[in-house]
């Protein structure tokens, strides 16, 4: 009960929220719609999405979903200068807006990967829990110092992310001669900065094996291409997992008489050392016999896959969804038109929207279908194609279809193809007179 409550409150909220908003936007006239999405988006979205995770439950009641999307709806109808009568469906689609219902849950699954361990399907690349960082003056970083004497062992490492897949390679120098060469491989979906650190980790492991009396200088050399890993190393705030990982083997290798330094390589600059760890790095990241080494998911990689899997949802809506059908012919796909920047004006989305004399008529809000040009009702048709009021604007926007395509084009080829122009022809329309 206390859930329901709170969703009447914040729904009412949002609600006067967007009404000032809207008085606003009648004063000035208007507040430009990318203003009036990040207003949404800043102030209204957080509203809406307070308490996700908790109020699953209660968000399977028609009757409170059916409160989002009354909230939802005014500020897209804010936003796109649309009219009442337009579906969420279709106004979603034109101002871009991923729907309410698809968003909370998207929302509460973001949440859940953030925050409980173990919910996802594979191992997230979490940072190091507080009960168990190491003491601060455990493995400490140097990175670079005075000491100018020349180390026992020289590393370097590189990691390699492409379309191919995620590898990284590390060479070991003892004296002038290469002792040891390693490369492996990461999840593909692992990121570049993961396999930098991966490819030092097998460094420090690979010094840890090397045969080199105790009571000899045993001094290592760790070089990268990677500012941020070195940044992070020496940050004590910073607890990522594999950040951790490397100041313990520090740790480990200076109980043992080691002493690690780390230095800043500057990349693709043709040091032979550094080039041949980049090389194997590549390598790796191609070959398919190369093991998978690490698979921990960097959360920008699980936050990536839950959006794309939210535009997957509303694409299907969309596809099942009856009414919208002049914004469906203009946009089928979801994907391709939340790529797409459209300056949406209202004429923008009188066209887009289908908001023509004829579908003023159906709706009873006007008593005639009829264009003026009195050759038949005022459709969206009839307007890009055939109204002979607009034959001028028309030999315009066809003579520029037809540079790269031919006329008549589809909607969908319009809009997609030919986007300037088509938008161009719909702010010539005077809507008013027609
Ligand atoms: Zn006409």
């Given at each position: 009960?206390?859930?329901h409550?709170?969703i ?6 949002s ?7 809207s ?7 208007g507040?430009?719609?990318e203003a009036?999405k990040?207003i949404?988006k ?9 308490g996700?995770?908790?109020w699953?439950?209660?968000m ?6 059916r ?15 649309a009219?009442r009568?337009t579906?969420n ?6 101002t ?17 990967a953030?925050?409980i361990?173990g ?11 507080y009960k ?12 670079e110092?005075?000491?100018t ?6 590393a ?7 379309e191919?897949?995620?590898?990284c390679?590390t ?9 040891t ?14 396999a930098?650190?991966?490819a030092?980790?097998?460094?420090l492991?690979?010094?840890a ?5 105790q ?5 290592a050399?760790v ?12 940050n004590?705030r ?8 490397i100041r313990?083997?520090v ?26 760890a980049?090389k ?8 398919r016999?190369?093991?998978i ?8 990689s699980?936050?990536?896959d839950?959006?794309?899997d939210?535009?997957?949802r509303w ?7 009856t009414?919208?059908?002049t ?6 796909s ?11 004006t209202?004429?923008?989305?009188a066209?887009?929207?289908g ?13 005639n ?8 009702d005022q459709?969206?048709?009839h307007?890009i ?9 028309r030999?315009t926007?066809r003579?520029?279809v ?5 006329w ?20 010539s329309i ?5």
């Amino acid at each position: 009960m206390y859930q329901h409550t709170c969703i009447a409150y914040v729904t009412d909220r949002s609600a006067k929220l967007i009404h000032g908003l809207s008085r606003a936007a009648n004063v000035t006239w208007g507040i430009k719609h990318e203003a009036m999405k990040t207003i949404y988006k800043g102030a209204i979205l957080p509203l809406l999405l307070y308490g996700a995770p908790v109020w699953i439950e209660v968000m399977k009641h028609e009757f409170n979903r059916r409160k989002y999307i009354r909230i939802q709806r005014m500020i897209n109808i804010l936003t796109a200068k649309a009219f009442r009568t337009t579906s969420n469906e279709a106004l979603c689609i034109l101002t871009g807006l991923t729907p309410i219902i698809i968003k909370r849950e998207e929302a509460v699954r973001l949440y859940n990967a953030r925050k409980i361990r173990g919910s996802q399907p594979q191992e997230i690349d979490y940072a190091v829990e507080y009960k168990n960082w190491p003491h601060p003056a455990e493995g400490a970083i140097i990175i670079e110092d005075e000491d100018t004497k020349d180390p026992t062992v020289l590393a370097q490492t590189d990691g390699s992310k492409s379309e191919l897949g995620v590898g990284c390679g590390t060479v070991i120098y003892k004296g002038n001669k290469i002792a040891t060469q390693i490369t492996t491989r990461l999840d593909s979906k692992c990121s570049n900065n993961q396999a930098e650190q991966t490819a030092i980790i097998k460094a420090l492991e690979a010094i840890a094996t090397l045969n080199i009396p105790q009571n000899n200088l045993r001094r290592a050399k760790v070089y990268t291409d990677s500012r941020v890993t070195l940044d992070s190393l020496q940050n004590p705030r910073n607890h990522a997992y594999l950040i951790g990982e490397i100041r313990k083997r520090v740790a480990t290798l200076q109980e043992s008489n080691w002493k690690i330094k780390f230095s800043w390589v500057k990349a693709h600059a043709r040091i032979p050392g550094n080039e041949k760890a980049d090389k194997l790095a590549k390598e790796a990241a191609r070959n398919r016999l190369i093991d998978i080494t690490y698979s921990r998911l960097p959360l920008s990689s699980v936050h990536h896959d839950i959006q794309l899997d939210s535009i997957k949802r509303w694409q299907k809506e969309w596809q099942t969804c009856t009414k919208a059908q002049t914004m469906k012919q203009f946009f089928p796909s979801v994907e391709e038109r939340l790529k797409k920047k459209i300056k949406i004006t209202q004429n923008v989305s009188a066209m887009l929207t289908g908001r023509t004399r004829a579908y003023l008529h159906r709706f009873k809000i006007s008593d005639n279908a009829q264009c003026i040009c009195r050759q038949g009702d005022q459709t969206v048709e009839h307007l890009i194609y055939d109204c002979i009021l607009l034959e001028t604007q028309r030999s315009t926007l066809r003579m520029n279809v037809t540079k790269n395509g031919q006329w008549p084009a589809d909607k969908h080829e319009l809009i997609t193809k030919h986007q300037k122009h088509l938008i161009d022809y719909i702010e010539s329309i005077d809507f008013d007179k027609l």
